[in-house]
């Protein structure tokens, strides 16, 4: 059983940068999907950002391609997403999930695709 742990969420200042850790304990890291879900407050959860297994695949939401980076280490187990110019509409619970694929599997948004979830960090951007 694979479990996940967030990191790293904190209040911040709008502009400033935070990254946020997520570290798996169970399971094979290297053979995980990854990926990157908010919700904000009377909000549906919505997707962030995804890597595949190999790493080569990144999807990024619109709202936040080219102000946050996701990337793993499959040594730490673990997953980030680097933040920078935050913004207040990015304040949120940020989870990351993940699942089991193949190789050749491309990342994905669908949250209805990943079997294991941690409880989240919460990041709180005020102006």
């Known amino acids: 059983q694979v479990q996940l742990l967030e990191s790293g969420g904190r209040a911040v200042q709008a502009g400033d940068s935070l990254r946020l850790s997520c570290a798996a304990s169970g399971g094979t890291f290297s053979r995980l999907g990854l990926g990157w879900f908010r919700q904000a407050n009377g909000k549906e959860r919505e997707f962030v950002a995804a890597i595949s297994r190999s790493g080569n695949d990144l999807d990024y939401a619109d709202s936040v391609k080219g102000r946050f980076t996701i990337s793993r280490d499959n040594d730490k187990k673990t997953v980030y997403l680097q933040m920078i110019s935050l913004k207040p509409e990015d304040t949120a619970v940020y989870s990351c999930?993940?699942?089991?694929?193949?190789?050749?599997?491309?990342?994905?948004?669908?949250?209805?695709?990943?079997?294991?979830w941690g409880q989240g960090t919460q990041v709180t951007v005020s102006s």
């Open positions: 999930a993940a699942r089991p694929t193949i190789l050749s599997v491309p990342s994905t948004r669908d949250p209805g695709d990943y079997y294991h």
